[in-house]
């Protein structure tokens, strides 16, 4: 598959041949779910607690005597049934991550990548270089018709550019290794680096 190649001012550099097998896929929903399932649970803080009766601050004192009260039998004000008790049963500290095997978790980059190039919202460029001013940046990406736009580049990103792209609303950049599944599919366009691409191809394959 041939994709054209362009550089940061919209002028044309060639084209590129890019893997059938990477990016050449029938999208499958359900590879892509269960990957960006898998991201979002490892991602998860898992930080929610609550407090139990054993934990509570009140009185440990029995707030009335068992029997002939005509009422139900309690111990202290520390049982969840009273206001400010101890809560039943309530979330505690723990991981949300789960396994999901290495194949899987591959095979749905390579889907990821299929489903931009499939919706045409793949977009690969010369290289990722800039002298550093946030303002030109801009201006290139808004010209080229990007709003909410991630950048892959190779197995490091030019300094300058990561440094001029930063302060740029809704443009994100990433190296090869940084590539993922939940991130390519939250942007409208994917745009890949030559250098980028050869490292997805490398990596992938």
Do not use: C
């Amino acid at each position: 598959m041939k994709l054209d190649v362009i550089k940061l001012d919209g002028g044309k550099a060639g084209s590129v041949d890019l893997g059938e097998d990477i990016f050449g896929l029938e999208p499958r929903a359900d590879i892509l779910h269960r990957v960006v399932r898998w991201q979002r649970n490892k991602a998860q803080q898992g930080t929610h607690k609550v407090k139990t009766r054993s934990e509570t601050s009140y009185s440990t004192k029995k707030i009335y005597r068992q029997k002939g009260t005509g009422g139900a039998r309690h111990g202290d004000r520390n049982a969840p049934i009273f206001r400010k008790g101890g809560i039943y049963k309530g979330p505690t500290p723990r991981s949300h991550a789960h396994d999901l095997p290495k194949k899987v978790r591959m095979l749905g980059l390579k889907h990821a990548l299929s489903a931009k190039v499939k919706a045409g919202e793949l977009v690969i460029i010369e290289a990722a270089d800039s002298a550093g001013k946030t303002s030109a940046l801009a201006k290139q990406v808004k010209d080229l018709g990007w709003k909410r736009a991630l950048i892959i580049d190779g197995a490091e990103v030019n300094a300058e550019f990561a440094k001029a792209a930063r302060n740029i609303e809704g443009l994100d950049v990433l190296p090869s290794m940084g590539a993922n599944v939940y991130d390519i599919l939250k942007r409208d366009t994917l745009v890949l680096t030559k250098a980028g691409v050869e490292a997805l191809e490398a990596r992938l394959k």
